[in-house]
């Protein structure tokens, strides 16, 4: 996996939001350049005092969940306003990934600090939703 912990200031002016695009835009373009040469790539791109991008690209696999839960353990403390997370580049995402996302919005809203997901894959959907305390639905009960 290839991990790029430098935090590097995304391009651009205008109001945040515009900021917040052209990150995610940035850090997406890397994750997945990575993701085409065959690696694991987590790329951070700053757009606000305490609001960062994090991308994934790449195949995540049990290893590269513990790669992703390492680096976002580590760069929440500099997403204090607001992390978001692009799943754009990723590929065949290990379950155990929507934990290690689950965590990380867990030690965000902590501090009061937003979270977004983006492009969450369906195979992590219920059990992103799961980890959050999203609503779960009973199913039919036996007997």
Do not use: K, W
């Not at 065959?38 to 969940?65: K, P, Q, S, Y």
């Not at 934990?99 to 979270?115: E, T």
């Amino acid at each position: 996996m290839i991990v790029d912990t430098v935090v590097r200031e995304a391009t651009g002016t205008g109001t945040t939001e515009q900021r917040r695009r052209a990150a995610v835009a940035e850090a997406v373009d890397e994750a997945l350049a990575g993701a085409r040469s065959g690696r694991a790539v987590i790329a951070i791109r700053r757009f606000d005092d305490g609001a960062l991008v994090v991308a994934l690209g790449g195949h995540v696999d049990r290893a590269t969940v513990r790669d992703i839960d390492a680096v976002l353990r580590d760069v929440h403390r500099l997403a204090n306003r607001h992390l978001v997370i692009d799943l754009t580049a990723a590929r065949s995402c290990h379950a155990g990934l929507a934990r290690v996302l689950g965590h990380a919005r867990i030690r965000c809203l902590v501090v009061d600090a937003a979270v977004t997901v983006l492009n969450l894959p369906d195979e992590l959907r219920d059990e992103y939703g799961h980890q959050i305390g999203g609503t779960v639905i009973p199913g039919p009960r036996a007997g």
